[in-house]
């Protein structure tokens, strides 16, 4: 066998069983088997979305790198609490006898005892200075002088009271006398004495009664402690 039928025939005998049609080796060239594109363009597509996501996700940490000053800062800060805490803690446990008075507590205010107070009534209504006087006395205050207000004072003072002393008594007496008369206005005056003056206004009904007067006493010293910040 010699020609074209004699090729023909043997790329038919190279024909695997079972194929034909267009997968039928005839002729003088061999079919080729090429992988789909389409498959290709899914597989190109994943990985430059994964690419994307790893991209974004490392800028979004530089960005927090640089507006949180990183792992050095977020140490310091870590560090910080830590100490805070501990100080605070010592502190606590220290317990109040070894920790500095502060202003306003028990061992800076004075007693009732140690204050002394002049009376003056600068209303038109009669006998406030001396019954005044009188309950402050069974609370333990000790009375100076008691009558009138002077012309500067005398129906001039519209509230329930003033309560007047020098510089040093707005710290101590005059808060403590104050616990007495809700509402009574408290002023420094240029007197170099420790007594101090309660003057009776148009204002006044009574003095607080002796549990409210007690209870604001004792808050006066033993102010409660301000709330701790939170700084982490």
Not at 60 to 65: A, G, H, K, N, P
Not at 116 to 137: I, Q
Not at 154 to 169: E, F, H, N, Q
Request: aromatic share 4%.
């Amino acid at each position: 066998m010699s020609g074209p039928s004699h090729y023909a025939a043997a790329m038919s005998m190279l024909t695997p069983p079972g194929l034909g049609g267009k997968y039928r080796i005839t002729g003088n060239k061999y079919p080729r088997m090429r992988r789909g594109r389409r498959r290709s363009k899914i597989v190109l597509a994943l990985i430059a979305s994964l690419a994307a996501v790893g991209l974004l996700g490392w800028g979004s940490l530089q960005l927090i790198d640089v507006f949180t000053g990183g792992d050095k800062a977020n140490a310091a800060g870590r560090k910080h609490c830590t100490t805070a805490s501990a100080t605070a803690s010592q502190a606590a446990g220290a317990g109040a006898s070894a920790s500095p008075a502060a202003p306003g507590s028990a061992e800076k205010l004075p007693k009732p005892g140690q204050i002394t107070v002049n009376v003056f009534n600068a209303t038109t209504r009669s006998g406030l200075a001396k019954d005044t006087a009188d309950e402050l006395k069974k609370r333990g205050f000790k009375i100076g002088k008691v009558g009138n207000a002077t012309p500067q004072y005398d129906k001039k003072v519209k509230g329930p009271g003033m309560l007047l002393g020098s510089t040093s008594a707005m710290g101590g007496a005059l808060p403590v006398l104050g616990t007495q008369l809700d509402g009574a206005q408290q002023r420094a005056d240029t007197r170099k004495g420790a007594e101090v003056d309660l003057i009776i206004g148009d204002g006044f009904k009574s003095l607080a009664t002796r549990t409210a007067a007690t209870k604001a006493l004792n808050t006066l010293a033993h102010p409660a402690p301000p709330p701790p910040k939170k700084s982490c």
